[in-house]
Nanobody, 113 residues
């Protein structure tokens, strides 16, 4: 079982970025899948989750109204669309397969002008 994140990078404030989490060894529709983030010197913070069966979503306060989590069952991946990015969104973003649980290695997002 493995999850691999990608899509991080440097983006200007107000910009957008889409992160991807590709799963192997299991089906993303069979497990809740979550995104967390961790900035230097801070605790790991919940960002968003998509439920396995229902596909319902919920978001952390910092993500509400700006981020969207979605799932592509054909590609067996989960995405995090991030809009209106702020410098405080800079962090390493991690994907979690909740049922197992299995973390990815993370992908770094830097929001800076």
């Amino acid at each position: 079982i493995q999850v691999v994140e990608s899509g991080g990078g440097l983006v200007r404030p107000g910009g957008s970025l889409t992160l991807s989490c590709v799963a192997s060894g299991f089906t993303v529709s069979a497990s809740p899948m979550s995104w967390y983030r961790q900035a230097p010197g801070k605790e790991r913070e919940f960002v968003a989750q998509i439920r396995g069966t229902s596909g319902s979503t919920n978001y952390g306060d910092s993500a509400k109204g700006r981020f969207t989590i979605s799932r592509d069952n054909d590609k067996n991946l989960v995405s995090l669309q991030m809009n209106s990015l702020k410098p405080e969104d800079s962090a390493v973003y991690y994907c979690l397969a909740n049922n197992y649980p299995k973390w990815g290695q993370g992908t770094e997002v830097t929001v800076s002008s």
